[in-house]
């Protein structure tokens, strides 16, 4: 079984950026990065494939962050650059069969199991 830990977040200013680490046990094709703020539908942030590094981003998020992962370390990461308000949220990673990766941007059907997630704060 796939299990996974989220680590990294914190309280950041506006502007200012974070790097989020999802370390996962087990062969996996996708990751997948959620969040989820109080009241709201859990959204779609990123995924990559392991094979070839694809990588996919939400409108929101294109241009400020990037997701990346290093096998050896079975660890996918998130670098948050330039975070607005906006982000705040509790951060989730999740696995997917390859061909699932697309499907983060339509949603987390698909995706798990997933872990405890990370809270990110950013504050104006």
């Known amino acids: 079984q796939v299990r996974l830990v989220e680590s990294g977040g914190g309280s950041v200013q506006a502007g200012e950026s974070l790097k989020l680490s999802c370390l996962y046990t087990g062969t996996v094709g996708c990751i997948g990065w959620f969040r989820q703020a109080p009241g709201k539908e859990r959204e779609g942030v990123a995924s990559?494939?392991?094979?070839?590094?694809?990588?996919l981003y939400a409108d929101s998020v294109k241009g400020r962050f990037t997701i990346s992962q290093d096998k050896s370390k079975n660890t996918v990461y998130l670098t948050m650059n330039s975070l607005k308000v906006e982000d705040t949220a509790k951060y989730f990673c999740?696995?997917?069969?390859?061909?699932?990766?697309?499907?983060?941007?339509?949603?987390?059907?698909?995706?798990?199991?997933w872990g405890q997630g990370t809270e990110v704060t950013v504050s104006s």
């Open positions: 999740a696995p997917a069969p390859s061909d699932r990766c697309p499907a983060v941007l339509a949603g987390a059907r698909g995706f798990h199991p």
């Open positions: 990559i494939r392991s094979l070839g590094s694809i990588s």
